[in-house]
């Protein structure tokens, strides 16, 4: 038992002698004039946000032109570093809208973008992660979105649906920092 005691006030004064070497504080001494010293450390963490995205409305199909559409968002990452983004749909182990009135699934591509207009942006797989993307140091992108996604149907996917007004899904968009 009287080793145990050793061990456990040994233990006790180093912890006590590496946690006054932490401290850095300076204090002073007793003279005309005296200085201490106090050192200021914070952490930063990645954050990461996304605002301003709208909901995607195709409209009705005229019967031979694909349907394509999207929305343009915001990306704020602090210090304005990286960030990547992962696209889904919503319960769903593809990109594909559904109707409760048909019955009928139809699938969709995506793409990403880093400016406003993800028309010519990076396809994206369903659960895929796109590349490294700078966001936008500002916390309200100074008013301008960043980036954006877009949808697409082919015509041929379309022609073989079933007749209804309700297709709809769900897209998540995760942005995550680097």
Do not use: W
């Not at 005691?5 to 003279?31: E, P």
């Not at 605002?51 to 990452?77: E, K, N, P, Q």
Request: aromatic residues 6%.
């Amino acid at each position: 038992m009287n080793k145990l005691n050793k061990i456990a006030t040994g233990i006790a004064l180093t912890t006590a002698l590496f946690a006054g070497q932490a401290m850095a504080a300076v204090q002073g001494t007793i003279g005309s004039t005296s200085t201490g010293n106090s050192d200021v450390t914070l952490t930063i963490v990645d954050k990461v946000r996304i605002t301003g995205v709208s909901d995607i409305s195709l409209g009705t199909f005229d019967g031979s032109t694909d349907l394509t559409g999207g929305t343009s968002f915001c990306v704020y990452r602090n210090g304005g570093d990286g960030y990547t983004m992962t696209l889904s749909a919503d319960g769903k182990v593809a990109f594909e809208v559904a109707s409760v009135t048909s019955g009928d699934t139809i699938g969709f591509t995506a793409k990403v973008d880093n400016d406003i207009d993800a028309s010519n942006g990076s396809a994206i797989a369903h659960g895929a992660t796109s590349a490294t993307y700078a966001g936008n140091a500002a916390i309200d992108c100074g008013g301008n979105d960043n980036a954006s996604i877009a949808v697409n149907f082919a015509a041929a996917d379309l022609q073989s649906a079933g007749t209804a007004n309700d297709y709809t899904a769900t897209v998540v968009i995760l942005v995550e920092p680097i």
